[in-house]
């Protein structure tokens, strides 16, 4: 029985080892203030399942579920006004804001004013999912 047991524990650790739990953050004003994109999935999974961590603490701070993405998928983050914030994934765009952190909502079309202006992009690079932001023009 133990060596069957050492046989097995390496191959259940490998298994965990393929799940994928993480998560990237834009700091809107410290981390009190900020969008989070948080991903989870089985090692079985060939896709992410996808939430929106919106929080403006101590006042609000709500979580959304998304969609399932590719994990190499890279998630556009934009700002059309103040507090409102537009992540765009290939062509499916999803709006929420910071004031009271339960505005959610899926668009189906770009908003009247546009996109407004890109803050930058979720995705993943060499293994790491993080938030990189868009560089500033001199």
Not at 75 to 99: A, F, N, S
Not at 124 to 137: L, R
Request: hydrophobic content about 40%.
């Amino acid at each position: 029985m133990q060596r069957l047991s050492c046989r097995i524990l390496p191959l259940f650790l490998l298994l965990l080892s393929a799940c994928t739990n993480d998560g990237a953050a834009y700091l809107i004003d410290g981390q009190r203030h900020a969008i989070s994109l948080v991903r989870d999935s089985m090692f079985w999974e060939k896709q992410v399942n996808l939430s929106l961590v919106v929080s403006r603490l101590p006042d609000c701070q709500r979580r959304h579920a998304i969609q399932k993405v590719n994990p190499k998928a890279h998630i556009e983050l934009w700002q059309p006004g103040e507090g409102t914030y537009i992540l765009k994934i290939g062509d499916i765009m999803y709006v929420t804001e910071t004031r009271t952190c339960e505005g959610f909502a899926r668009l189906n079309e770009d908003p009247p004013g546009g996109l407004g202006v890109q803050l930058g992009v979720f995705g993943e690079s060499k293994g790491v999912f993080s938030f990189v932001p868009v560089k500033e023009e001199e």
